[in-house]
Nanobody, 130 residues
């Protein structure tokens, strides 16, 4: 079981930056890759970025490449992981609810498919004004 809680969303002007965080906890976190997805009103959930447990592999959605960065900070006991999404040069099209998600390490997590991600947070709203 993995618990995910997002925070850090808010309102920002176009061209600005924002960092959202995801507090992950669970006994077997080492077995999971972490990701960020987003969903705008009336649209399907969209892959944003993903990172494996060791941090050696990161993948990004085409719409955020070069602007967003995923990172993580794993506790020494490996029972907690804070996953960050640094978002720069934001534009109104980035407005969405941002969700943190976890997928088993032996899945095709690197493809960014919603169906691979077993656990989800409640989401945090990011609004970019023009």
């Amino acid at each position: 079981q993995v618990q995910l809680v997002e925070s850090g969303g808010g309102l920002v002007q176009a061209g600005g930056s924002l960092r959202v965080s995801c507090a992950a906890s669970g006994r077997t976190l080492w077995n999971y890759a972490m990701a960020w997805f987003r969903q705008a009103p009336g649209k399907e959930r969209e892959f944003v970025a993903t990172i494996n447990w060791s941090g050696s592999r990161k993948y990004y959605g085409d719409s955020v490449k070069g602007r967003f960065t995923i990172s993580q900070d794993i506790s020494q006991d490996m029972a907690k992981n804070t996953v960050y999404l640094q978002m720069n040069n934001l534009n109104p099209e980035d407005t969405a609810v941002y969700y943190c998600a976890a997928a088993l390490g032996d899945s095709t997590w690197y493809l960014g498919l919603v169906t691979d991600y077993k656990y989800w947070g409640q989401g945090t709203q990011v609004t970019v004004s023009s």
